[in-house]
């Protein structure tokens, strides 16, 4: 009989690697060296070493953990989440066509119509909060390549991974799923059927703000769109430094604490905002009142995510000035900190996505919620007495 395998937490805690058996260390080497000799006979001194743009022991072990954990049959590291979302989006020829979901982060929307643009690609934005009418989109359109972020940043809305999957199917079309929001321990797109799965590092999965990142996941290696990816990584050469390298997996180490902790924080916000006076409206996928809370449930484990969005009562002048009056959540970009942020997106993305003037985004950190919410109520507070 097969012994049972690992959970997820306990692969994560452990980096999925074992301890060095050369010196028994219990945290692998930083290796900084770029090119490795070839002995006399011209032969590498190590099979897997030749030049560092695709040669890093690091890179091998995170990818091989996030594998693990996305199920995945193979998975790329890049320099950015943003490296790994063109380096997909790149595998599309010109003239051909991409469906995007509307209202996603806005990096890669403003990224994707310039690419497009320039490519000669026909580039599709449609909403995927509705299945229905999203794979209507994508029938009509038989796109390459079609493109989904769930959570969707920063409104929230869930999309139907599986029946968007089975739509792709049907027409030949490429799924991934940017999932940086739940990561890959809330949720598993390929299981689903999702072809590929996108995360930014930088966000959750690194969670202390201080290194970019980025991790392709595929549900098949022998794929041509794989192959694509594998090369680009390889020859475009998006790849990240190895100090990075480390803090990533050293971060990624604790990911499962962090994360039950800012999920339980993020719950305990979204339901303490929610009938607030100075709320109009809570954006969580756990709170039951949300469109998307049963596909949310269904799609994903262990918790609806860290992000959560407030329309405050009023336009971009009272969103910005509860922002204003935070002290212990910082206003800054980014989320899947260990620290909270909030963010007016309105003030980056003004009219061209539709984001409402009203809405503050919140990456939720590991802070006592407590804390967390006193700061809140006091913000909101301060706003409505003038
Ligand atoms: C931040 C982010 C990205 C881009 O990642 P970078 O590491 O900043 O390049 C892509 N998708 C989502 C959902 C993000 O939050």
New binding site residues.
């Given amino acids: 009989m097969a012994e049972k395998p690992f959970h997820a937490d306990t692969i994560l805690a452990h980096a999925g690697g074992g301890v060095d058996p050369a010196t028994g260390a219990v945290v692998p080497p930083i290796s900084p060296a770029t090119t490795f000799v070839r002995d006399k006979d011209y032969s590498l001194t190590s099979e897997k070493h030749l030049y560092s743009r695709d040669d890093n022991d690091l890179y091998r072990q995170i990818e091989s953990l996030v594998a693990k954990l996305e199920n995945a049959a193979d998975a790329r590291l890049f320099s950015?989440?943003?490296?790994a979302?063109a380096a997909i989006m790149r595998a599309v020829k010109p003239g051909r066509s991409i469906v995007v979901q509307s209202h996603?982060?806005w990096?890669?929307t403003a990224w994707l119509r310039k690419h497009c643009a320039h490519a000669g690609i026909a580039l599709i934005e449609a909403d995927a909060s509705e299945a229905e009418g999203f794979c209507d989109v994508v029938r009509e359109a038989g796109p390459d390549l079609v493109f989904i972020?769930v959570p969707a940043?920063p409104a929230l809305q869930i999309a139907d991974i599986a029946k968007t999957a089975e739509i792709c199917q049907e027409t030949g079309a490429a799924l991934a799923v940017?999932a940086?929001?739940a990561t890959p321990l809330l949720m598993k797109p390929l299981n689903l059927g999702a072809d590929l799965v996108?995360h930014?590092?930088?966000?959750a999965l690194n969670g202390h703000s201080d290194a970019?990142?980025?991790l392709v996941s595929t549900r098949d290696a022998n794929s041509e769109i794989w192959t694509f990816i594998r090369e680009e990584r390889h020859d475009a050469g998006a790849v990240m430094g190895p100090f990075e390298a480390y803090l990533l997996l050293r971060g990624m180490r604790t990911l499962a604490l962090r994360l039950e902790r800012m999920c339980a924080n993020a719950e305990a916000i979204a339901e303490h905002l929610d009938g607030h006076p100075a709320v109009e409206k809570v954006l969580y996928p756990g709170l039951p009142s949300h469109p998307g809370h049963e596909l949310a449930k269904k799609q994903m484990t262990g918790g609806f995510g860290y992000l959560v969005s407030v329309l405050v009562k009023g336009g971009a002048e009272e969103a910005l000035k509860v922002a204003g009056n935070l002290e212990l959540i910082k206003r800054a970009t980014?989320?899947g900190g260990v620290e909270s942020l909030v963010e007016h997106r309105y003030t980056i993305e003004g009219d061209a996505t539709g984001v409402p003037k009203n809405l503050l985004r919140f990456s939720i950190g590991i802070e006592r919620a407590e804390d967390l919410i006193a700061d809140l109520d006091r913000a909101l507070t301060l706003k409505r007495s003038g």
Avoid: C, F
């Avoid at 950015?80 to 490296?83: C, D, I, L, Q, T």
């Avoid at 930014?200 to 966000?203: D, R, V």
């Fill in positions: 950015s989440g943003m490296a979302i996603i982060y990096g890669t972020e940043n940017d940086t929001a996108v930014s590092a930088t966000k970019l990142g980025g980014s989320l």
